[in-house]
């Protein structure tokens, strides 16, 4: 089974919608999540994390391991970051790997992973001085943004076609 990298970050009204309309519907569709969340998420996420849990086999993380402790996940062959904040986005495209979700995400960019990114921002975040320098960061290293939760698997299966259907294995080492 292809594994999916899902990251999520502190975004309004994620509770609402991460596991119904995005978890369920890829884990559905076949992928094997491997779910990360930044740390302020995840105590948003509290009421839903055995939901979350309950979409996959593999544990859902927010803490980075300890360095005699073997990696939790194996290397997600795709990603989906989604809800992406201001916060989380700019330290993306900056490399800035200061919590767990940042950390794979880095490396997931720095590996060219395939990679769909659905940014959830204010009019003001958006305006600040150094977000399209982010996007056009993004966007040059290969990421494609999503409008919607709705339209992240469709989005997937266009970055990812092969990956989806189970027919790139080259990248299922574990980590
Ligand atoms: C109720 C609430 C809603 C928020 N909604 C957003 C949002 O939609 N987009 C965003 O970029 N930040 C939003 N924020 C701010 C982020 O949660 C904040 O920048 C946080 O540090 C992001 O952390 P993370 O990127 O590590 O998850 C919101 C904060 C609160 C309290």
Redesign the pocket.
Same mark, same amino acid.
């Given at each position: 089974m292809t594994v999916l990298g899902l990251v999520a970050? !502190? !975004?309004?009204g994620v509770e609402q919608w991460l596991v119904d309309d995005l978890a369920r519907p890829l884990a559905g569709r076949g992928w094997r999540l491997a779910v990360t969340l &930044?740390? &302020? #998420?995840a105590r948003w996420l509290e009421p839903q994390l055995a939901a979350l849990a309950a979409t996959t086999d593999l544990p859902v993380r927010w803490t980075p391991r300890l360095p005699t402790e073997p990696k939790p996940h194996p290397v997600p062959d795709a990603f989906v970051f989604a809800p992406a &904040?201001? %916060?989380?986005l700019a330290k993306l495209a900056l490399g800035i790997g200061d %919590?767990q979700a940042l950390t794979v995400l880095c490396e997931a960019l720095g590996r060219r992973t395939p990679m769909v990114v659905l940014p =959830? #921002?204010?009019e003001d =975040?958006a305006a600040h001085p150094a977000y399209q320098g982010h996007l056009a960061v993004l966007r040059s290293a290969g990421v494609v943004f999503a409008a919607d939760p709705a339209s992240v698997t469709r989005v997937l299966d266009r970055v990812a076609p092969f990956v989806a259907f189970g027919e790139n294995r080259s990248n299922n080492a574990c980590g």
């Open positions: 970050s !502190a !975004a309004g &930044t740390p &302020t #998420v &904040t201001a %916060n989380s %919590n =959830q #921002v204010s =975040q």
